[in-house]
T-cell receptor, first 111, second 116 residues
């Protein structure tokens, strides 16, 4: 399975943009890049996903490098509610709907 | 009720007890999952059911026994557990078990299990 590498933790100030990086140098051409996050005392929740092009939704933006070996989740204005562990996950086309979670990045947001 | 619910939210049991965790999804999904989240470890997939048939069983000890009586309900039966089984047990569901891109998993809040 292609693996992802994320920083263990990051800090941000409230109302500032946050860029959460993810390296996936062994990604295959058919792997989708998914992001989930886990708020304190809750189960994970889906944030966004993409294949090659950058993606935007109401929660975040996903910027994917041209060679697809890295991606960045962008929160445009961090709020205290965005403090969570963010997981970058590769989902292969032949993997059913399995998600393999790594350690993720713990985002701390300071008021 | 909406989304994915789990009961109980907290459970304390002795090593000789038998208990069950319950998960219910109100989303009309066809696939359901059990995950284990131990302290300082990533989420581990335990079991996957698709249309009430088990499709994944990731080398989980037999003291954990899943049951999926219908597509809305998933149980995890526990017996003779060990203290190292103490963890957060999370249930999730998705539209189906297909690998198509937009098939997000919806998670419940989890059951915090403590084995004494």
């Amino acid at each position: 399975d292609a693996k992802t590498t994320q920083p263990n933790s990051m800090e941000s100030n409230e109302e500032e943009p946050v860029h959460l990086p993810c390296n996936h140098s062994t990604i295959s051409g058919t792997d989708y890049i998914h992001w989930y996050r886990q708020l304190p005392s809750q189960g994970p929740e889906y944030v966004i996903h993409g294949l090659t092009s950058n993606v935007n939704n109401r929660m975040a933006s996903l910027a994917i490098a041209e060679d697809r070996k890295s991606s960045t989740l962008i929160l445009h204005r961090a709020t205290l509610r965005d403090a969570a562990v963010y997981y970058c996950i590769l989902k292969g086309i032949n993997a059913g709907n399995m998600l393999t979670f790594g350690g993720g990045t713990r985002l701390m947001v300071k008021p | 009720e909406t989304g994915v619910t789990q009961t109980p939210r907290h459970l304390v049991m002795g090593m000789t007890n038998k208990k069950s965790l319950k998960c219910e999804q109100h989303l009309g999904h066809n696939a359901m999952y059990w995950y284990k989240q131990s302290a300082k470890k990533p989420l581990e997939l335990m079991f996957v059911y698709s249309l009430e048939e088990r499709v994944e069983n990731n080398s989980v000890p037999s003291r954990f026994s899943p049951e999926c009586p219908n597509s809305s309900h998933l149980f995890l039966h526990l017996h003779t557990l060990q203290p190292e089984d103490s963890a957060l047990y999370l249930c999730a569901s998705s539209q189906d078990y297909g690998s198509w891109s937009y098939n997000e998993q919806f998670f419940g809040p989890g059951t915090r299990l403590t084995v004494l």
